[in-house]
């Protein structure tokens, strides 16, 4: 059994399904006005498909994690190792009924620990340029705007994003 600190443990292969189905909640949620119904679905498949999370369980270079609250799957985060020194924030969503209450703090200064052992120096992550509300939750967990990018993601979908950095030296 994964150790659990702060309500926050490591995904195993068991509960894959609860967070892709927790994805599709917040993603039809929150992403309708940001990006078409069309681009959230494809997404939701490449990203969130049973078979390639587990995909990425499997790998030595990203680490998922989920957080329970009350016995409920509140949130969840996925780290990935970019560079010898930069960590990702590959995907960090809480669930629409218990956002703005700490809950995303909590698994950041989570990955901040998880970065600094492995001996990084920088937390990044990318997130849409229309993404007002995750762009302040970012800000004030730290993040600042390094640069705008736009990838093409296949499907004639592309994500035009900034990506946010944050030091990890200091606190
Ligand atoms: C973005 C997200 C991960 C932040 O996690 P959270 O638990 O809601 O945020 P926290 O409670 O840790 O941080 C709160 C701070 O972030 C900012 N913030 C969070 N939600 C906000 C919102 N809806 N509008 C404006 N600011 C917001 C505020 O500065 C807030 O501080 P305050 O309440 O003291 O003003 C979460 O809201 C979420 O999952 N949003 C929807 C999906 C998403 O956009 N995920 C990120 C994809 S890159």
């Known amino acids: 059994m994964a150790p659990i600190r702060d309500g926050i443990a490591a995904l195993t292969d068991g509960g894959v399904e609860a967070v892709a189905a ?4 917040v993603w039809h949620a929150h992403y309708p006005g940001i990006i078409s119904d069309a681009q959230i679905k ?3 498949v490449q990203r ?3 078979a390639v999370i587990r995909g990425e369980l499997a790998r030595p270079d990203v680490w998922w994690f989920v957080l329970h609250e009350g016995g409920v799957l509140a949130a969840y985060m996925a780290l990935q190792l970019v560079a010898a020194a930069a960590m990702k924030v ?3 969503y809480v669930k629409p009924a218990l956002q703005r209450r700490g809950l995303g703090g909590r698994l950041l200064r989570h990955a ?8 990084c120096g920088v937390l990044e992550l990318a997130v849409n340029r229309g ?7 970012y800000g ?3 993040f600042s705007v390094r640069e705008a990018v736009v990838k093409d993601i296949g499907g004639g979908f592309v994500m035009d994003d ?10």
Not at 22 to 25: G, I, K, P, T, V
Not at 131 to 137: D, E, M, S
């Open 22 to 25: 927790l994805a599709s909640e």
């Open 42 to 44: 494809y997404m939701l």
């Open 48 to 50: 969130y498909d049973p």
């Open 90 to 92: 590959d995907k960090l």
């Open 112 to 119: 901040a620990a998880v970065a600094r052992e492995a001996g």
């Open 131 to 137: 993404n007002v509300n995750a762009i302040a939750a």
């Open 140 to 142: 004030r967990h730290g």
């Open 162 to 171: 900034y990506v946010m950095v944050r030091k990890l030296d200091g606190k």
